[in-house]
């Protein structure tokens, strides 16, 4: 096979995965003419229409799915070795991607790495905050961070944070005009902060339990965020009701700019855990920064 191939090939990987030249593009480092013109020469050689292009998407054909499925996990899989190298170095390097959201990374990953990153100064750490569940292999993310439960059992998980414990709070001004609600059910008269998540662009329902009963509740409101920073700030404003994590309003709570109701329908829930492929090869830097993260570790 000619060097010219296989670099074709990582090109056309990179669009099938991405669903998009403009993206590939982004990630490869090139212009998306020129993306596009190296994978029409690879259709051309190979006799083969590999994509399907419209206006509004891009995706493989069946020979293109073929070639994906054939040629991306075999090529994954020598990038790792090559990675892995730098476990030879006599100090460990690279760029380590992590998908999570903002929550985990205030609570858990910069307390960690704010000791960690200084005695590895050729280890870097790129944080990507995403709400949605990103599937991290084929957005060549090197792990992710979520709450216990979303993890998928195909995955590693290493938990990095003790347990959770959400917190539904409100301004004493918004309870100037309204009745705190006694039952999670009592939120719909309410006017409630909601949190846009981008899977399916669907609003997240809040989640309660109380002994064996577990409700999902999707409340109303005239706001909608798609983080929890600004939904605190709207909250401390007097806006309507927030459900957030409990460590974010504890401060606000004692200080007596936030009313908390309905905790007894908020118990703990498993805390942050990393998760990787259980295939992934890791390099030295990767190990260490597991190790740095690990909870009780």
């Not at 090139?30 to 590999?50: H, I, K």
């Not at 190298?85 to 998908?99: C, F, M, N, V």
Request: net charge positive.
């Amino acid at each position: 096979m000619r060097q010219t191939d296989l670099n074709d090939i990582m090109a056309f990987l990179a669009v099938a995965r991405a669903r998009s030249f403009t993206r590939a593009a982004a990630q490869l480092g090139v212009s998306q003419s020129a993306l596009s013109q190296t994978v029409r020469g690879l259709e051309a050689r190979l006799g083969l229409r590999l994509l399907t292009r419209t206006t509004r998407s891009v995706a493989p054909t069946e020979a293109g799915e073929r070639l994906l499925r054939a040629a991306g996990p075999r090529l994954d899989e020598i990038g790792a070795e090559l990675a892995a190298l730098s476990e030879l170095r006599d100090k460990p390097a690279g760029t380590i991607r992590i998908t999570t959201h903002d929550h985990a990374v205030r609570s858990v990953l910069m307390p960690a790495l704010q000791k960690f990153l200084p005695e590895y100064p050729d280890i870097k750490v790129e944080l990507v905050i995403d709400y949605g569940l990103t599937d991290i292999v084929a957005e060549r993310f090197d792990a992710g961070v979520r709450a216990g439960e979303m993890i998928a059992q195909d995955m590693v998980a290493v938990r990095i944070g003790p347990d959770l414990r959400s917190a539904v709070v409100g301004a004493p001004a918004y309870f100037k005009t309204r009745p705190a609600p006694k039952t999670p059910q009592a939120l719909t008269a309410h006017n409630c902060i909601n949190l846009r998540l981008p899977t399916l662009g669907g609003l997240y329902a809040w989640e309660f339990a109380k002994g064996r009963r577990e409700l999902r509740v999707r409340v109303e409101g005239q706001l909608i965020f798609n983080g929890s920073a600004p939904m605190l700030d709207a909250a401390l404003a007097g806006a309507g009701l927030a459900y957030l994590p409990e460590d974010d309003v504890r401060s606000h709570l004692a200080a007596g700019r936030l009313v908390r109701v309905l905790s007894d329908w908020c118990p703990p829930y498993p805390g942050y855990h990393l998760y990787y492929p259980s295939r992934r090869q890791p390099t030295s830097a990767f190990s260490l920064m597991v190790n740095a993260l690990r909870y009780g570790g």
